[in-house]
Structures are given as C-alpha cells and as structure tokens.
C-alpha cells in the first residue's frame, strides 16, 4: 500500500477532507468514495492538500467526480491550501481555478 | 554530466557513449526485449504491474534523476509525467511495462515500454469540468519532447526533459 491518508472533520455546515501522502490511482477509488460520502453529509466540502506531497490525474479524477455529484445537489467542493507539484496539477489542468473556494470561505480554513 | 558510483548498478557507466563496451553485469531483466538502438543498458530500469507498484516507480525515477544530475524542481515535474504514463500503462494495457532512464545531449531521457498501443499524443487539455483523459496532455505540458513508437511486443513512449 501506499502512504495515502484521508481524514474527515465537521465543522458547522461544512466537512473538511484532510489528505496527506501521495495520490495516485491507487488511492484514487478511496479518495472518491471518501469524497462522495462527506457530500452527502454536507453541502460544503472543502479538501486541505497542504499535506499532499503528491498528485496526478488519478487524483483529479476523484476530485472531479465529486465535483460532479456536487453540482447534481447543489452542494460544493473546494480545494485548499495546494503548493508545489500538486498546486502544479492544478494550475495544469484548470481545475485549481475550478475548485477554488470563495475568499469569505477561505478564512475560514 | 558527471556520473557519480550507481548503487543499484553493477556498471557506473551511465553517461553518454562512454562505457559501451560488453563489460557484463548489463543484461537488463524485464518483460520486454530490449531494442538495443539508444540509451545505455545498466541498473537504469524498474518493471511495473500493479497500481501499488507507482510509488516505488516515482521513488526510482527520484533517486536516478538525482544521479543524473537534474534539479529536484526538474524531477518533481519527471515524476508527474513518468507516474502518468505508467498509469495508463496499468488503465489501458494488460502485463505491465517497464522504464529506463538516461541522460543522452544533456537532456533526461525516460522510455516507458509496455504492450499498449501507440498513445495519440497532440490532444488539448481537457476541460477542467471533465472527469478524465487529462494524463497524456499533462506529459505533453511537462516534457521538452515526446515519442511514442511501436516496438517488437509492444509500444515504447520517449520522454525528454533537458537537464
């Protein structure tokens, strides 16, 4: 297994999705799934990757779906606190700007 | 580039030309039949077949571009593009692949083989509201230049990042 970590906290109204480790497709079905169970328990998800020392496609991917099952409930998912080669990705494939959270919730982080 | 001792290879030779000769120790075990046309042979290869296996490729892709001399900056954008050419090695193709990196004109070289077919490079990045196909773009942004090739068993995508 790979050193890939998720861990969940609620806040009022929103659940914060911490990730740590290294995201590749073989963390990309827990991520999804961890992912889609928090939006179905709040209607902001907001995903910390200050931990995250890595990311690729296979961790898009999840993010997107997500982003997805959002939109379908009108429930939102943003992504924090990216730097380095995952802020990359993200810049790369346009889904930072995507996912990026309003700045009266980012204070909140 | 100066090539400092190789821990994990019996042949320190990994530099251009130098080195070619059948000194032993060189054969390199793999699923696949070495072409033979370019890049040294050595301990300068790592085979993959399962999605756990990524890790330990970006780990190898780490330490041996550190030995050839590119900047951690350089490698972390190498890692990306080597962990999404082995993932679609491991999404669209069965058996596996292999890797082989060398410095070659002052430019890192990364040969990603497996039994897939020839990947259709040239396509825009997706938008960002789609769930996949972004990997072979994203090599295309990283990467100073790409090949992709048929070879005997399978198909062989070049990478190149100058050093």
Same mark, same amino acid.
């Given at each position: 297994?790979?050193?890939? *970590?998720?861990? =969940? ?6 659940? !914060?999705?911490?990730? %740590?480790?290294?995201? #590749? @497709? /073989?963390?990309? *079905?827990?991520? =999804? ?6 939006? !179905?328990?709040?209607? %902001?998800?907001?995903? #910390? @990757? /200050? ?59 | ?163």
């Amino acid at each position: 297994m790979g050193n890939f *970590e998720a861990r =969940t906290s609620a806040g009022p109204g929103r659940i !914060t999705v911490t990730l %740590a480790g290294e995201c #590749d @497709l /073989a963390a990309r *079905e827990h991520l =999804t799934a961890i992912l889609l169970d928090a939006l !179905t328990r709040a209607r %902001a998800v907001f995903v #910390d @990757l /200050a931990r995250l020392t890595f990311m690729d496609s296979s961790g898009v991917h999840s993010l997107i779906t997500a982003h997805h099952a959002a939109k379908h409930t009108g429930a939102h998912i943003y992504v924090v606190n990216a730097a380095g080669p995952v802020a990359s990705v993200l810049e790369l494939t346009g889904v930072g700007a995507l996912l990026r959270a309003p700045a009266e919730e980012r204070r909140h982080v | 580039m100066s090539e400092p001792f190789d821990g994990d290879s019996m042949t320190g030779s990994s530099g251009d030309a130098a080195g070619s000769g059948s000194s032993g120790g060189a054969a390199v075990p793999g699923p696949f039949g070495d072409e033979g046309t370019s890049g040294p042979s050595g301990g300068d290869g790592m085979s993959y077949e399962a999605p756990d296996d990524l890790r330990a490729v970006r780990v190898f892709v780490t330490e041996r571009a550190l030995a050839l001399g590119m900047s951690e900056a350089r490698i972390d954008l190498l890692t990306l593009a080597v962990s999404e050419l082995t993932t679609n090695t491991l999404q669209h193709t069965t058996g596996g692949g292999h890797i082989r990196l060398f410095v070659d004109g002052g430019r890192l070289v990364c040969d990603v083989v497996d039994r897939g077919a020839e990947r259709p490079f040239g396509r825009a990045m997706p938008s960002a509201e789609a769930v996949g196909g972004r990997g072979l773009a994203i090599v295309e942004r990283i990467c100073d230049d790409v090949y992709t090739t048929t070879v005997p068993g399978g198909t062989l995508v070049r990478i190149c990042l100058d050093l």
